[in-house]
């Protein structure tokens, strides 16, 4: 909490225990980001984040489920429904792109096209079928 209105808040950084992967276009959007920010604080937490940040290109083996892959599934939703699996920076569930570190990237990681994974949820576990994956 601040003591006094006319004097800004240090900026909050995170320390990093690795590098932080990012798509492509993620990369772009946290470029982006930056040069849109208008506070000091913003703008030091994005040059942080952006000094750590690496791209992790497509797989060579690209019939199973790695990052970057939009993964389309039946069983999430009365629907098929696509799935980006991309850097937890990026990540945008309303829009599809989930986190690679969350339950369902998890659950979709190094698997292949026709198989059946489970996704483990707080509201109950649901079965899902890879329909289809391209990066």
Request: glycine residues 12%; without cysteine.
């Amino acid at each position: 909490m601040k003591e006094r209105e006319d004097v800004a808040e240090p900026a909050v950084i995170v320390e990093r225990t690795g590098p932080l992967h990012v798509t492509a276009a993620g990369l772009a959007g946290l470029r982006a980001q930056f040069e849109a920010a208008r506070g000091d604080a913003e703008r030091a937490r994005l040059a942080h984040v952006l000094e750590g940040a690496e791209v992790v290109g497509p797989p060579e083996d690209r019939s199973r489920v790695a990052f970057g892959a939009v993964v389309s599934v039946d069983g999430a939703a009365p629907q098929q429904r696509d799935f980006t699996l991309v850097g937890d920076v990026e990540a945008d569930p309303a829009a599809g792109r989930i986190g690679v570190g969350s339950p369902l990237a998890e659950a979709l990681l190094g698997h292949r096209v026709g198989e059946t994974v489970v996704w483990h949820r707080p509201a109950g576990d649901r079965r899902l079928t890879i329909r289809g994956i391209a990066y």
